[in-house]
């Protein structure tokens, strides 16, 4: 089982910026489609944006222009850039990958999870 690795998050003023770094550790034959999601306290869980191989992009409404996702297939990472962040941002960030192993099985894998806080 591959487990991504999160850094990034914390506590941060409405109107800051924080960015979240995801990697996939280990062989990979190919990552497919890169993406996070965020799960808020009494909400279910909701896709934030996600990035295909060919990067193109898909963002929840919300984040349309305030957040950015970006991908570096030769470091296997991706990135989400959050900017003007506001209080409704505050959730437990994961990172997702879909990705095809060197013993060409393909796999949904998920981070461990990172807290971002916006707050005064």
């Known amino acids: 089982q591959v487990q991504l690795v999160e850094s990034g998050g914390g506590l941060v003023q409405p109107g800051g910026s924080l960015r979240l770094s995801c990697a996939v550790p280990?062989?990979?034959?190919?990552?497919?489609?890169m993406g996070w999601y965020r799960h808020a306290p009494g909400k279910q869980r909701e896709l934030v944006a996600r990035?295909?191989?060919?990067?193109?992009?898909d963002d929840e409404d919300s984040v349309k222009g305030r957040f950015t996702i970006s991908r570096d297939n030769a470091m296997n990472t991706v990135t989400l850039q959050m900017n003007s962040l506001k209080p409704e941002d505050t959730a437990v960030y994961y990172c997702?990958?879909?990705?095809?192993?060197?013993?060409?099985?393909?796999?949904?894998?998920w981070g461990q999870g990172t807290q971002v806080t916006v707050s005064s």
């Open positions: 997702n990958a879909d990705i095809t192993t060197v013993a060409r099985v393909t796999l949904t894998t």
């Open positions: 280990g062989s990979i034959f190919r990552i497919n489609t």
């Open positions: 990035i295909e191989s060919g990067d193109s992009t």
